[in-house]
């Protein structure tokens, strides 16, 4: 009797396909068949990971930004104004 043994399919990214998904992959945004063929592009090309590290580190830095900066309440309430959206009341928290 012959048994095959069938392994998922994945697919293989090259680098165009493998950037062109970096922020959705940062995003934890795509199918986990796609997660994997990129990290076994990351794991093996010598320079889509310098463009994965970079975006890392860009949105660590906008988090770490986020806390340091925030806007005043005058700067919220024009923006708000601004898209139309109605003023916050100051029982709604800060993050409205
Ligand atoms: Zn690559």
Redesign the pocket.
Known sequence: MITEVFAPVLPVF??AA?VRRLWDYLDRELAAADVAAIDT?LAQ?D??PRHFAFARQFLAAVRAARTQHIAPDTLRARVRATLGLPPLNKDDGADG
């Open positions: 090259d680098c493998t592009h090309c320079k889509c």
